[in-house]
């Protein structure tokens, strides 16, 4: 059941625009999927979750008050997802509190075997510098990031403070794309490259009526494997990939295992998950990227014997009027 869930974690210091980015997201109504949203805060913040509720009726909220996802709180929030996937959630967002430690997180949810598929750090342009002098997790949100947020850069006065701001991020997470948010927004190519959902590959002969996500030159992959793997092969081939693929994640079947392997991908950093429960499942990954072409695809995957093709997905990316958004 695990693997058909797409768990992301949003962090982020405290007042750095977490709620905001994810109502947000959730208002604009792009991912058809079920979604639950984990809101984890010290008890004051309650009203968070009822923020986001407020936004779409289709979308479960489930408040985790009372400590921090990366200590006291682990096992209500381990309680938290197994119910919500119960109720058929496909796609849960699990906001933490500003004190999270990230990677703690991280390894602590793939441990219960809710392997994370990406983390997305909201960094407040404003107040980024005093928080860093004060509280040495807030870099260390920044370095287990695979997605940085910059969020209130409207707010900042001085010129080039925000590029400047930038330069520090890449110091700290080399690997992580950068993306400036707009009132809490994010664009469409981002909404492709993090959240796209393997199930809905559509073949690039289909693609005429998909023009408008393709016009960031994103593209998807479907790459189908042979029935098992060689796995030091395929640890090389994920070493060599493009530098413009920011996800991968499917299932494998490696040689002399009889589990199959839920790997996961994101902008340079990859897990391997167990699975106990897919023993009929094809071994198939699925990619995003942009500015990659198909046979740069087909020339890694060959060492692989894999076959390639290259199409974009739907269900994601419905393009707002810029100029005119609907306020709640």
């Known amino acids: 059941m695990h693997h058909q869930t797409s768990i992301h974690l949003v962090t982020g210091y405290l007042g750095s625009g977490k709620t905001q980015f994810l109502s947000r997201l959730l208002e604009r109504k792009i991912l058809s999927e079920k979604i639950a949203v984990i809101v984890n805060d010290f008890g004051a913040v309650m009203f968070d979750g009822m923020r986001l509720a407020s936004t779409n009726a289709d979308i479960e909220i489930v408040d985790v008050p009372g400590g921090c996802l990366c200590c006291s709180a682990i096992e209500d929030f381990q309680t938290a997802l197994t119910q919500v996937m119960e109720r058929g959630a496909r796609r849960i967002f699990i906001e933490a509190t500003g004190l999270a430690d990230a990677a703690q997180v991280q390894r602590d949810l793939a441990f219960m075997r809710f392997p994370v598929d990406s983390t997305l750090c909201?960094?407040?342009?404003?107040?980024?510098?005093?928080?860093?002098?004060?509280?040495?997790?807030?870099?260390?949100?920044?370095?287990?990031?695979?997605?940085?947020?910059?969020?209130?850069?409207?707010?900042?006065?001085?010129?080039?403070?925000?590029?400047?701001?930038?330069?520090?991020?890449?110091?700290?997470?080399?690997?992580?794309?950068?993306?400036?948010?707009?009132?809490?927004?994010?664009?469409?190519?981002?909404?492709?490259?993090?959240?796209?959902?393997?199930?809905?590959?559509?073949?690039?002969?289909?693609?005429?009526?998909?023009?408008?996500?393709?016009?960031?030159?994103?593209?998807?992959?479907?790459?189908?494997?042979?029935?098992?793997?060689?796995?030091?092969?395929?640890?090389?081939?994920?070493?060599?990939?493009?530098?413009?693929?920011?996800?991968?994640?499917?299932?494998?079947?490696?040689?002399?295992?009889?589990?199959?392997?839920?790997?996961?991908?994101?902008?340079?950093?990859?897990?391997?998950?167990?699975?106990?429960?897919?023993?009929?499942?094809?071994?198939?990954?699925?990619?995003?990227?942009?500015?990659?072409?198909?046979?740069?695809m087909e020339s890694r995957f060959a060492t692989l014997g894999a076959s390639v093709e290259a199409g974009t997905v739907r269900s994601v990316g419905m393009i707002e009027d810029d100029h005119h958004h609907h306020e709640h």
């Open 122 to 296: 909201i960094v407040d342009a404003l107040n980024l510098r005093r928080f860093q002098t004060l509280f040495h997790i807030v870099n260390a949100q920044i370095q287990a990031a695979d997605f940085l947020l910059i969020s209130k850069e409207d707010l900042v006065k001085k010129p080039d403070a925000v590029s400047a701001l930038e330069q520090s991020l890449r110091a700290l997470n080399p690997r992580a794309p950068i993306t400036r948010l707009a009132q809490g927004r994010v664009g469409t190519e981002f909404l492709l490259q993090a959240f796209a959902p393997a199930e809905r590959f559509i073949p690039e002969r289909a693609t005429h009526q998909q023009e408008h996500l393709l016009r960031d030159n994103v593209t998807a992959f479907r790459i189908r494997l042979p029935k098992s793997v060689d796995f030091p092969t395929f640890e090389r081939l994920l070493a060599g990939l493009p530098s413009g693929l920011v996800r991968l994640k499917g299932l494998l079947r490696l040689d002399d295992s009889p589990q199959a392997v839920l790997v996961n991908f994101v902008a340079g950093a990859w897990n391997y998950q167990p699975l106990s429960d897919s023993t009929d499942a094809e071994s198939e990954l699925f990619a995003i990227g942009q500015a990659i072409e198909l046979h740069e």
